[in-house]
């Protein structure tokens, strides 16, 4: 059989791969974290490869029950992986599977994260923002529009992990190094573009000299450009690395800016 008819999927894969879409982060706990939500999207496929054979099936359920946690955006792969060992090997392939399954979870999940979820959020969310403050609804469209377009990456994902079983995974994870820290690059650059536009911090003092008055922004500014901002984001950055929790820096935002337009200092 030819490669790109191993890469043909079955509508029994095709439900398995659609059931991960629609529940992959459903059931998630701390005790198995996303086995349940895994074993349920295998099932049909499960049912369709142990066919006249339910102590198999049995067996073959309660190894994925096991504990199991992955990036949701790169399990496809590992799914497909895991067909193409159990399609062959039946149960006597499950302690494989899972040594397989366990392997993957943490370099998949560091890569997933930050591919598909950090970097893209944290540059699309921060746009959708700023076009909402402006009054715009465009942006709420390019977010879901973002986020459908990296779930359907999980397809051909899905159908490399079965044609290509674990071979891929050290090529895999050298590329996506390698895209890893150039978007990390482009999403700093994006994040630090906006912080201007997003942090609104406009200084009420002003200077007066004869006819000549300048507002305490406007002074600032012709030192650096968005300065208060830029020492606001940097100071919460501080804070995170202190440890301190969100929220705390979230109220003590709130009465800070509070006081400061009180006694005038900010508007």
């Known amino acids: ?138 942006g709420i469209f390019i977010w879901i529009l973002v986020t459908w377009i990296l779930k359907g990456l999980g397809y051909p994902l899905f159908k490399a992990g079965i044609a290509s079983g674990t071979s891929l995974v050290n090529s895999i994870e050298t590329k996506m190094k390698v895209l890893k820290e150039c978007v990390a690059v482009l999403g700093l650059t994006v994040v630090g573009a906006l912080m201007p536009t997003v942090v609104k911090a406009n200084v009420a003092l002003t200077f007066k000299q004869g006819d000549l008055k300048m507002t305490g922004t406007e002074i600032l500014d012709q030192i650096m450009p968005g300065l208060i901002p830029a020492a606001l984001v940097a100071l919460v950055y501080w804070m995170l690395g202190k440890k301190v929790k969100p929220v705390w820096i979230i109220l003590m935002i709130i009465v800070a800016s509070i006081l400061c337009a009180v006694f005038g200092i900010l508007k």
């Open 1 to 138: 059989m030819s490669k790109k008819e191993k890469t043909v999927l079955t509508k029994t894969q095709k439900r398995s791969l659609f059931r991960w879409f629609l529940n992959g982060g459903a059931s998630l706990n701390y005790e198995r974290m996303m086995s349940m939500a895994y074993t349920y999207s295998m099932l049909p496929w499960l049912k369709e490869n142990y066919k006249g054979n339910p102590e198999g099936l049995k067996k073959s359920v309660k190894t994925h029950l096991q504990y199991y946690n992955c990036s949701p955006y790169m399990n496809p792969y590992v799914m497909g992986v895991n067909m193409g060992i159990e399609g062959q090997g039946k149960e006597n392939s499950l302690d494989a599977v899972m040594a397989i399954k366990t392997g993957l979870m943490g370099p998949l999940s560091g890569l997933g994260d930050s591919v598909f979820v950090v970097i893209p959020w944290t540059i699309f969310g921060a746009i959708a923002a700023n076009m909402a403050l402006n009054g715009s609804v465009a």
